[in-house]
């Protein structure tokens, strides 16, 4: 019995792990998520950041940047085993607005960021906060 355990117990763990719904970018790919500051001046001198930008997940703090117009902030990621990777920010428009947002969700953006060069694009505008899976198209899914 005990020899039927130590041989059975491997086979049906290798045979669940086979059988799960996973994307193969599980392990093996980088996921490059971008937020560019991409608000108007207004009275603002050109090179003092209107917009503060921190970002993190539960085990990983990417830290708070001070953004001037056209900066870009990038970090890398890769899916979790259990595909619950998530990063979030929070930006604040200096005088202006504040508003968090989910930069990544594994299961959210495991596909549609694999379009563009495995890019996850956001930018900080007037209005809100927009993504694109490609560089043309935008779309507004964080209003202030």
Same mark, same amino acid.
């Given at each position: +019995?005990?020899?039927?355990?130590s041989? #059975?117990?491997p086979l049906?763990?290798a045979?669940?792990?086979m059988h799960?719904? %996973?994307?193969?970018s599980l392990?093996f790919f980088?996921?490059?998520?971008?937020v560019?500051?991409?608000?108007?001046?207004?009275?603002?001198?050109? $090179?003092? /950041?209107n917009? %503060?930008?921190?970002c993190?997940? *539960?085990?990983k703090d990417?830290g708070e940047?001070a +953004?001037? *117009?056209g900066q870009?902030?990038?970090?890398? =990621?890769k899916i979790?085993f #259990?595909q619950? =990777?998530?990063?979030f920010c929070n930006? @604040?428009?200096?005088? @202006?607005k504040? $508003?968090s947002?989910?930069? %990544?969700? #594994?299961? $959210?953006?495991?596909? @549609?960021?694999?379009?563009?060069?495995?890019s996850c694009m956001?930018?900080v $505008?007037?209005?809100g906060?927009?993504?694109s899976q490609?560089? #043309?198209?935008? %779309?507004n899914?964080y /209003?202030w």
């Amino acid at each position: +019995m005990g020899n039927l355990k130590s041989v #059975a117990l491997p086979l049906l763990l290798a045979v669940s792990i086979m059988h799960l719904p %996973f994307s193969e970018s599980l392990w093996f790919f980088n996921y490059h998520i971008h937020v560019t500051n991409d608000l108007p001046l207004l009275n603002s001198p050109p $090179r003092k /950041p209107n917009l %503060f930008l921190g970002c993190k997940s *539960k085990n990983k703090d990417i830290g708070e940047r001070a +953004m001037v *117009k056209g900066q870009d902030y990038t970090w890398d =990621t890769k899916i979790n085993f #259990a595909q619950t =990777t998530l990063f979030f920010c929070n930006a @604040r428009w200096e005088g @202006r607005k504040r $508003r968090s947002f989910d930069a %990544f969700v #594994a299961n $959210r953006d495991d596909r @549609r960021c694999s379009v563009y060069h495995m890019s996850c694009m956001w930018s900080v $505008r007037e209005d809100g906060i927009y993504f694109s899976q490609n560089n #043309a198209s935008w %779309f507004n899914e964080y /209003p202030w």
